[in-house]
């Protein structure tokens, strides 16, 4: 006779107990349980299991030839692909018992507003330090010598009550130490599932310099002639009219920062960069996946993210970087650009003193219109060459590829030969600097440029526009019947 095993009851029982709990204590989560302690079930399932087979052994009674049963191999497998599911979602979803967070947002609940206000003299302070965990902060410089800040303070709750308990535990605070002044929301007092965010606007004075740190929430700063500082875990960042800016964001939609007066260093990773009109040095350590654009930045710039390097000494026009294209014009070098473990093609017009690059993969197409010319060292692994030449510039140019197409447009004095799978274009018009060119596998052209334009491809005039049709009749013709 085959002896019933009690897994089956327990496991039943173990259900019960689980939703009994959920009933009488509602703010213990079920499914927090079930995330951290389903692997229980299995340990206690085995113990079990061994402790039947044990038994039978003693009672000398015929032994199974499998210890566990092929549905309940099924099960197990069910119940560690169920577990492992709810740990993993529990990582990033609270489910605190009578409410539902996803991310730290709340699902279920209302929004209640609350208005904030503070004001404080601003004689002697140096820097304001601005603490907003979570929400959005406007600072605006002005003439003004005091601190005011206007807003209000967003909570989602389940009830009002709940709200204004909230509300009273995380009052806005303004408080000096020394030439310090600390605007801070006060949100890390409250303990509770609720949802906090504060909405600030605040005006202060233009001569002081500004740090702000958050870890949910967009910045922005207008109007000071000071350092300004942001650090925050997920922030949108605009900065406008400053001194100085340091940035470092562990994610970010977009930063932005234009017409500053001194340096800019920015670090961490986000989508898109944008820096215009920097007096200062530009430092930038960013893995980004959107767009990246430089535009006139006075001293120079050094940036590195997770496959590529850039080093220029001025940008007059605007460099643009994408995950797939660097796309550079009106800049002065030493420059050098380095790509690595990444498909990226270069396109590089209107740019002196000297050029290094070094690619992987990725197609190269210079452009060097400006006199004198620049001393050019440029090496792709795998991708074509274009390379345009001022029609009346000196240089010595060497440009080869060890295995493709080549193609010499520009003509005399420059001769082209095979070399191997590929072949050389090498000549030399004049008094000029050493260009060097290559490609591992790729097509190589060499061209003459009248300097005209700034695009290597030639773009093709519009087309004539075509003729509109004639109105349709005001009334169909009448047609007689046979």
């Not at 767009?291 to 496959?307: E, G, M, N, T």
Request: proline residues 5%.
């Amino acid at each position: 006779m085959k002896r019933a095993s009690l897994i089956a009851p327990l496991i039943v029982i173990a259900i019960g107990v689980l939703f009994l709990i959920n009933n009488l204590r509602p703010e213990l989560s079920v499914w927090r349980l079930i995330a951290g302690y389903w692997p229980w079930v299995l340990v206690g399932w085995g113990a079990i299991r061994t402790v039947e087979i044990l038994y039978s052994w003693q009672q000398g009674q015929v032994l199974p030839q499998r210890g566990v049963s092929g549905g309940e191999w099924a099960f197990i497998i069910f119940l560690s692909i169920f577990g492992m599911g709810t740990s993993a979602a529990g990582r990033i979803t609270n489910w605190p018992g009578d409410r539902f967070n996803i991310l730290g947002w709340n699902m279920v609940g209302e929004t209640y507003d609350f208005p904030l206000h503070g004001e404080q003299s601003a004689d002697g302070v140096k820097k304001i330090v601005l603490e907003n965990l979570r929400g959005n902060a406007r600072l605006v410089g002005g003439d003004g010598n005091a601190v005011k800040v206007d807003g209000r303070t967003i909570i989602r709750a389940l009830d009002r009550a709940t709200a204004e308990r909230a509300n009273a535990r995380i009052p806005l605070s303004l408080s000096r130490q020394g030439d310090v002044l600390y605007i801070r929301t006060s949100q890390e007092r409250w303990t509770g599932q609720e949802r906090l965010s504060a909405e600030l606007d605040i005006a202060l004075p233009r001569n002081v310099s500004v740090e702000c740190k958050g870890r949910y929430g967009d910045f922005d700063v207008t109007g000071i002639t000071g350092a300004v500082d942001v650090d925050s875990d997920n922030a949108g960042v605009r900065l406008n009219d400053i001194g100085s800016a340091r940035i470092e964001v562990r994610r970010s939609d977009t930063v932005r920062a234009a017409n500053v007066k001194g340096t800019v260093e920015v670090k961490g990773r986000g989508e898109d960069l944008d820096l215009e009109n920097i007096a200062g040095q530009v430092t930038v350590d960013f893995r980004y996946t959107g767009d990246l654009r430089f535009r006139q930045l006075a001293k120079p710039i050094r940036f590195r993210s997770d496959s590529s390097e850039m080093a220029m000494e001025r940008i007059n026009g605007e460099v643009r970087m994408t995950r797939g294209e660097i796309d550079a014009d009106d800049f002065t070098g030493p420059a050098k650009i380095v790509v690595r473990s990444r498909s990226r093609d270069l396109k590089l017009s209107n740019f002196s003193q000297s050029l290094e690059i070094d690619l992987d993969r990725g197609d190269i197409e210079l452009r060097p219109n400006r006199q004198p010319m620049a001393m050019i060292e440029a090496r792709t692994r795998s991708g074509a060459v274009t390379l345009a030449m001022p029609s009346k510039a000196g240089f010595q140019l060497s440009a080869t590829t060890k295995r493709g197409e080549y193609e010499n447009e520009f003509g005399a004095p420059l001769t082209s030969g095979p070399a191997d799978r590929g072949g050389i274009i090498q000549g030399t018009t004049g008094a000029g600097p050493k260009i060097n060119v290559s490609t591992d596998r790729g097509s190589l052209t060499v061209l003459r440029s009248t300097g005209e334009t700034s695009a290597i491809s030639p773009v093709s005039p519009p087309s004539a526009p075509v003729a509109p049709l004639p109105p349709l009749p005001k009334t169909l013709p009448k047609v007689e019947q046979q």
